[in-house]
């Protein structure tokens, strides 16, 4: 089992967008029925579309993560540097954001999900990033337990 996590590459596009697809799909299968009211189609399109802007004009604060399973595309993780601003009381200035993070349910359970986390991490230590936030949904057990495994710690409660 050959595991290789690289940088998205301009040829990557069609593959970044499904996979970002496939993790909203993931997210819309498990929110509660009562959210699910308005036309799913609409917001997958934008969500599409938002994703391929992201990807078309993504710069050095931007970071897109593909893992590939015996040469196979499986999954995904994108991070941003942001800088939270001056009346942050829980940490000002320049942050990491773990922004999404997805693998092929079918490659899931083979620590790609964990190589895709410790790849942004060491891309955020060389951007000097002494701290990451990230948001998982209350419901997300399997990606909460990951994160807090590696070291995360629950801050907010929406
Ligand atoms: C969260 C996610 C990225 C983890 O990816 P992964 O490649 O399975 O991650 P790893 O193999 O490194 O570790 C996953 C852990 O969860 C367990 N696990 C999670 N989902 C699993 C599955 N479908 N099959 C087997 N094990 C699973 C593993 O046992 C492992 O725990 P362990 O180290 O104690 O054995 C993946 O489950 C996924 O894409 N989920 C849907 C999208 C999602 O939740 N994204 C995060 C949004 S915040």
């Not at 990557?12 to 009211?37: A, C, I, M, W």
């Amino acid at each position: 089992m050959e595991v290789v996590i690289r940088k998205a590459e301009d040829t990557d596009r069609e593959t970044f967008l499904y996979f970002v697809q496939g993790l909203s799909k993931f997210n819309r299968s498990n929110h509660p029925e009562e959210v699910t009211y308005d036309d799913y189609e609409t917001v997958l399109n934008a969500i599409t579309k938002k994703a391929a802007e992201t990807f078309d004009e993504r710069d050095h604060r931007v970071h897109i993560l593909l893992a590939f399973l015996n040469g196979q595309a499986v999954g995904y993780a994108l991070g941003r540097v942001f800088d939270q601003d001056g009346t942050a009381d829980n940490g000002t200035g320049k942050m990491g954001l773990f922004d999404e993070l997805f693998v092929l349910n079918e490659a899931r359970g083979h620590g790609i999900g964990k190589k895709l986390i410790d790849s942004l991490i060491d891309w955020f230590k060389n951007e000097e990033i002494h701290r990451i936030k990230l948001h998982a949904y209350s419901w997300n057990n399997n990606a909460k337990k990951l994160y807090e495994r590696l070291g995360f710690k629950e801050y907010a409660v929406s």
